[in-house]
């Protein structure tokens, strides 16, 4: 399995503009999860999927950021428009069944 | 509400030592737990977990941890410490038991000496 893949790995931006980072989760998993990890606040859980549907997005910090899953091999992460303090490291993560998490690779995000 | 604390958030080791991390965390219901290890620019892969089964529970790479209920403990061990095994250290905890949503601890980078 080619495990969760992540695009891009890094991405620049000018404060703004809106981002989109992209996830594939492992197939047959039907839980899916967005964290952020910074260094002052560590891994948070931004929202996550089951099934394709939102369950708890309680951590999306600001109207600024939203997530979709329009299928079952495919989720986004958008931010418009897009703050300095946005800038950290975005993994996805899927699961199923044993309450493991798999990580992706992650997608840094620097806003300039 | 379920938290966990790390104590370190720097170890360092020689090559050949007992690697000890130590996780202590607080769960208003039996928690399931988690050990993920995170190598420089790569996500985190998982170590180890308890989900209220045997309360030793071995890992991958000779990594062990053992759930202590009376002290609210699940610290990490390796008897032998290898190079190999410098990286950052988080444990988690699920908000419920046997559910996805973990709440991760700050982390311990751990360095090992030659």
């Known amino acids: 399995d080619a495990g969760v893949i992540q695009s891009p790995r890094h991405e620049v931006t000018e404060m703004g503009q809106e981002v989109t980072l992209r996830c594939k989760p492992i197939s047959g998993h039907d839980y899916l999860f967005w964290y952020r990890q910074t260094m002052m606040r560590g891994l948070e859980l931004l929202i996550y999927?089951?099934?394709?549907?939102?369950?708890?997005d309680s951590g999306m910090p600001e109207d600024r950021f939203s997530a979709k899953m329009p299928n079952a091999s495919f989720s986004t992460l958008k931010i418009q428009p897009s703050e300095p303090r946005d800038s950290a490291v975005y993994f996805c993560a899927s699961g199923r069944g044993s309450f493991e998490a798999f990580f992706g690779q992650g997608t840094r995000l620097t806003v300039v | 509400a379920q938290s966990v604390t790390q104590l370190g958030s720097h170890v360092s080791v020689s090559e050949g030592a007992l690697v000890l991390l130590r996780c202590n965390y607080s769960s208003s219901v039996p928690p399931y737990l988690f050990w993920y290890v995170q190598y420089p620019n790569q996500g985190l892969q998982l170590l180890l977990k308890y989900t209220s089964a045997a309360t030793l529970v071995k890992g991958i790479n000779d990594f062990e941890a053992e759930f202590k209920k009376s002290e609210t403990s699940f610290h990490l061990t390796k008897p032998s410490a290898h190079m190999s095994d410098a990286a950052e250290y988080f444990c988690a905890v699920s908000e419920g038991a046997g559910t996805y949503k973990y709440i991760f601890g700050t982390g311990t980078r751990l360095k090992v000496l030659a």
């Open positions: 999927f089951n099934n394709n549907v939102p369950i708890d």
